[in-house]
Nanobody, 131 residues
Framework: QVQLVESGGGSAQAGGSQTLSCTASGDVYSSYCMAWFRQVPGQDREWVAA????????SYGASVKGRFTSSHDDSRKTLYLQMSSLKPEDSAIYYC????????????????????????WGQGTQVTVSS
């Protein structure tokens, strides 16, 4: 059993910054895949970023590349998403996810990290960016 708890959502201005956190607990150990997804009602869940814990380098979706930074604090078992240069189209519910079986390569490639690939999910946190 793995639990993911998200925090940090809220409102932000266009061009501003905001940081989301996702803390894992339960049966989580070193070196596994974590990811961020976001979803607007009525639309598909979009892959945002992924990182393999234990020192892996993050990967990003094209829509956020260069603006968002994901990192993982192994000691705190916490995943972060630092969002900068926010745009109104970044408004969505953001979900963190984790999977214990994905490989490093699968974790950092979009085709291998679809929503169906993840067994554990955070509760979601709303991010609203106003112009």
């Amino acid at each position: 059993q793995v639990q993911l708890v998200e925090s940090g959502g809220g409102s932000a201005q266009a061009g501003g910054s905001q940081t989301l956190s996702c803390t894992a607990s339960g049966d989580v150990y070193s070196s596994y895949c974590m990811a961020w997804f976001r979803q607007v009602p009525g639309q598909d869940r979009e892959w945002v970023a992924a990182i393999f814990t234990g020192g892996g380098e993050p990967s990003y979706g094209a829509s956020v590349k260069g603006r968002f930074t994901s990192s993982h604090d192994d000691s705190r078992k916490t995943l972060y998403l630092q969002m900068s240069s926010l745009k109104p189209e970044d408004s969505a519910i953001y979900y963190c996810a984790a999977d214990l079986l994905l490989t490093y390569g699968q974790c950092t490639v979009l085709a291998g990290t679809g929503p169906d690939d993840f067994d554990y999910w955070g509760q979601g946190t709303q991010v609203t960016v106003s112009s």
